[in-house]
């Protein structure tokens, strides 16, 4: 079985505690408006725990979708190494996972999306009734910029090697029109599949070091 280092979905899951901590707050914050200065501002309650409930969703389901991720890829053996929940020394947020082994450097972007999606390069779209709707981070665009700051980090360490950047739904009822696409999009049921697919270029001590330098950096 695959060796797993690393935490999991620390991003998602301090979100989801400031969620409810914000909850909390805006809830108390509106029931003094409403006693000190005027009971409209009490139907800011409802309108408030709406919209932060639409949020909750929304991590929830991101949650579950790495989750279900790190399953699949728990199913590589010893050769490979899972990190779930990366953050490096000066990222932009964490990257959902990273499996280094004989195949290579894989960063993977999860996303547990329903309903329409296109992509068109890096141009992403949701189809809301008859409309499509730019997504408001291109899930391509994300895979890329979490490849070349892991491809930054390992270089500083004289540990350049490729790192290859992977989009994957794990919804597989979700609908999809790919086009002219930058990164490899796959969903979930096929991933561990196309990993394989590689050939391979990491010989068993450059991933082990590739590895211990994730693992001092991130542990």
Known sequence: MVRVAGGKNSYLKHRLRELAFLAVLSTVFLILLGWVVHPLFLIGIPVSLTYLAGKYRAYR???????????????????????????????????????????????????????FVACRGDAWYRKVRDDWIPL????????????????????????????????????????????????????GDELRAHILAYPNILTPDRAEEIASALITATG
């Open 136 to 187: 408001g981070r291109s899930p391509s665009k994300q895979a890329k910029y979490n490849a070349s700051v892991l491809n930054e980090f390992l270089t500083e360490r004289h540990l350049g090697e490729w790192v290859y950047a992977v989009v994957v739904f794990v919804n597989t009822s979700m609908k999809s029109i790919f086009e002219d696409t930058t990164v490899d999009i796959v969903y």
């Open 61 to 115: 389901a991101g949650i579950r979708g790495e989750d279900a991720v790190a399953v699949i890829l728990e199913g590589f053996d010893d050769r490979y190494t899972l990190f779930n929940g990366v953050r490096l020394p000066g990222a932009d947020g964490d990257i959902d996972h990273v499996l280094v082994g004989p195949k290579g450097i894989f960063v993977i972007e999860t996303k547990n999306y329903r309903g």
